[in-house]
């Protein structure tokens, strides 16, 4: 980075020859382009702090924006509430690739804790019930996540739970949320809780 001094080099070696530009150190021509030269590297810095908040790892005035432009806090993560933990999410959520294979979900899943299966119904490969009607493709954008970490989970039962309940509450919602974002827009995707 250029500094002050640096600048007044660069602006004295810029001036005409002849006795009029005066290069002595006190002179009234040297405290002026002192001054400039000044600017000249305050602006330099500035524009070097700028490139720092191009990046959400490093941005710390723009954090706000970072977090606007990528909708942070959503629905799926919390809010961050310190400047590391917020310059975090806004890079995973900026950087994240994503992926449509089973091991693309579980993997996401063990970065939230968890340890799945990915199931895809297929009625030419899986051996079904008799009288399960999977055909005419109905199941094929249908997959199933089988959460086999221990998890919180309660059935609805009758008398006890209420009309709109969920068949089951508690469970991993947060894994359910990001699963449910990532997935593929034209498939459906259903959780088991079979592991708790």
């Known amino acids: 980075m250029a ?5 007044l080099d660069q602006l004295k070696g810029l001036l005409p020859t002849g006795p009029a530009w005066s290069r002595a150190p006190g ?15 305050r ?4 524009a070097r702090q700028l490139m720092e908040e191009a990046d959400p790892r490093t941005s710390v005035e723009m954090l706000d924006d970072w977090e606007r432009v990528l909708g942070l806090p959503d629905d799926c993560t919390a809010a961050a509430t ?3 933990a917020r ?14 294979t089973p091991a693309f979900y579980v993997g996401v899943a063990a970065s939230l804790g968890y340890l799945v299966e990915i199931h895809e119904f297929d009625p030419d490969v899986d051996d079904y019930e008799p009288g399960l009607d999977i055909s005419g ?17 309660t059935l609805f039962r009758a008398g006890a ?10 469970g991993s919602t947060d894994l359910e949320c990001v699963i ?12 088991s809780y079979s592991g708790s």
């Not at 602006?43 to 500035?46: C, F, L």
């Not at 954008?141 to 221990?150: E, G, H, K």
């Not at 449910?180 to 959780?191: C, I, K, N, S």
Request: positive net charge; glycine residues 8%; aromatic residues 8%.
């Open 27 to 41: 002179s009234v021509l040297s405290k002026l382009l002192t001054g400039i030269a000044q600017e000249f590297a």
């Open 3 to 7: 500094t002050a001094a640096d600048y």
């Open 82 to 84: 310190t400047v590391p």
């Open 137 to 153: 493709n109905k199941w094929r954008m249908v997959w199933r996540v089988d959460v086999l970490t221990s998890t919180d989970f």
């Open 43 to 46: 602006v330099d810095a500035r």
């Open 161 to 170: 739970s209420s009309a709109g309940d969920r068949l089951g509450s508690g």
């Open 87 to 100: 310059q975090i999410a806004c890079f995973r959520k900026l950087a994240a690739l994503g992926g449509q």
């Open 180 to 191: 449910r974002e990532l997935r593929p827009a034209h498939t459906h995707v259903v959780f």
